[in-house]
């Protein structure tokens, strides 16, 4: 309960005003004598007492910081947290379900890059097996008309050889007669007489017999 | 009368009214609650109004004291605190917007009233052992038993204890009420002095330069002030409440 110079140089104008006697007043503590005055007068309370400490004042400002508190209190409670908190909650949530899309989005691309690359695999897969039908194919087919053709040189050859072995045993055959005719006309001559066909082909015989 | 740097703090009746001999006038310092509740709720209200995915620069502003308080809360009395949220934010926006009301040139200050941060302090000392003994009976009382203590020491540091709990709504009410009245007085006497010193002549103005230097400062530093003793008065708050939510966890 300071007394400011404010207040002291009040004083006499308060004394009037509450007509107080001067001599009570010297007596009392300054705190009732702002009582006195303060309920009489609204302007008074520059009196002795440090305003903050006017506690004539307690009462309305407590009632008046109830009501203006407790106000405050529901208006927030009931209408601004909710708000704030919904915003707050919305953009949470938004947040969240942008993040879950671009995540489904990130699934959808990555399945439909495994897709491409399986159905790449499988079409080089299907690539190779065409082209190794196709050559495999290729290599039957070759194999046939090689074997075709082996097979009709082989009949050519047969038959050659056949040939050749008809004409061999003919020259053969015809080697017999020419050596018998020689040998005929030989002994003729060396000997001067004809020797019989028949005994002609005997020696011939017997000399390629050995 | 004018020059009085305690006239600021007057409390003068607008309506008086007077209920079973006591006075519950509307005053200055009533005014001055309702234009805080309406600066406050509105700035709130209407700010959040258009409820944007992206928020306007107001409405982050709300946002963002928003999520202050509630991270603050969140850290001082664990997520269990969450229940005290609006009040919290009520004390919290209620603190800051009376203290940056007040730092307007001829507005009233209701946070330079004891009465009224005393009233707030209770309110919150009050709801912390309500709830404490709500919450736990008389389990609550282990607030005042550390755990670990030697048997020889028990009384002295229960002592201490209840003590240091029955001084909170005080030192709570005065940390608030005295750093609103001291910047507010400090600042109207260095303003005091430009006005005075500016009286008399050339050197007179030449001299108060470094009181007018010193009241620009002094003002950067109330709002600073208006600002941290809102965010102080809330954070003892988180902490008291989170005794009533853990009384055994020292």
């Known amino acids: 309960m300071s007394v400011t110079p404010a207040s002291a140089e009040s004083t006499p104008f308060e004394i009037a005003q509450a007509e107080t006697p001067a001599d009570t007043h010297a007596a009392q503590p300054a705190g009732e004598v702002h009582t006195e005055t303060g309920v009489a007068h609204g302007e008074e309370h520059a009196s002795g007492v ?46 969240a379900q942008d993040l879950d899309e671009a995540s489904r989005l990130k699934a959808e691309a990555d399945a439909a890059i495994a897709s491409y690359e399986q159905e790449l695999a499988s079409a080089r897969a299907k690539g190779n097996a065409i082209a190794s039908t196709a050559r495999d194919e290729a290599k039957a087919k070759a194999d046939a008309e090689r074997a075709k053709i082996e097979a009709s040189l082989q009949d050519k050859i047969a038959g050659a050889e056949a040939r050749i072995a008809e004409i061999k045993a003919k020259a053969l055959a015809d080697v017999g007669t020419i050596a018998e005719d020689t040998t005929g006309a030989l002994v003729e001559q060396l000997i001067g007489a004809k020797a019989t066909k028949a005994e002609v082909a005997s020696a011939v015989k017997t000399a390629a017999g050995e | 009368m004018s020059n009085d740097p305690t006239h600021q703090f007057l409390v003068n009746k607008i309506v008086p009214i007077e209920i079973g001999g006591i006075d519950f006038s509307f005053t200055n310092s009533s005014l001055f609650m309702v234009a805080t509740v309406a600066v406050a709720a509105g700035f709130l209200y209407f700010t959040t109004s258009q409820r944007g995915l992206v928020p306007s620069r107001l409405q982050s502003v709300s946002e963002m004291s928003y999520e202050f308080v509630a991270s603050m809360l969140r850290d001082g009395a664990g997520s269990h605190g969450m229940k005290f949220f609006p009040f919290v934010f009520s004390l919290f926006m209620f603190v800051l917007t009376a203290n940056l009301i007040g730092m307007v040139p001829y507005f009233f200050t209701v946070t330079s009233q004891i009465i009224v941060t005393f009233t707030l302090a209770l309110l919150v000392i009050g709801t912390v052992i309500f709830y404490g003994f709500f919450k736990h009976g008389f389990g609550f009382l282990k ?36 750093n609103m009245l001291a910047g507010h007085i400090t ?11 500016g009286a008399f002549g050339a050197i007179g103005v030449a001299g108060s330069i ?11 530093l109330e709002f600073l002030v208006s600002f941290l003793q809102a965010y102080v008065f809330a954070v003892l708050t988180c902490m008291y409440l989170n005794d009533a939510l853990h009384p055994g966890g020292h």
């Open chain 2, 210 to 220: 470094l009181p007018l230097l010193m009241t620009v400062a002094l003002t950067g």
């Open chain 1, 50 to 95: 440090f305003p903050p400490f006017d506690q004539t004042t307690f009462a309305s400002q407590v009632l008046w910081l109830a009501i203006t508190f407790g106000l405050f209190y529901l208006l927030m409670s009931k209408l601004v947290i909710p708000r704030i908190g919904g915003i707050l909650e919305t953009r949470h949530d938004r947040i």
């Open chain 2, 187 to 197: 600042l109207k006497v260095f303003a005091g002095f430009v006005a005075s010193l």
């Open chain 2, 143 to 178: 607030l005042f038993v550390p755990s670990g203590v030697p048997g020889a020491l028990l009384p002295l540091v229960v002592s201490i204890e209840v003590i240091s709990f029955l001084s909170r709504p005080i030192s709570l009410s005065i940390r608030l009420f005295a």
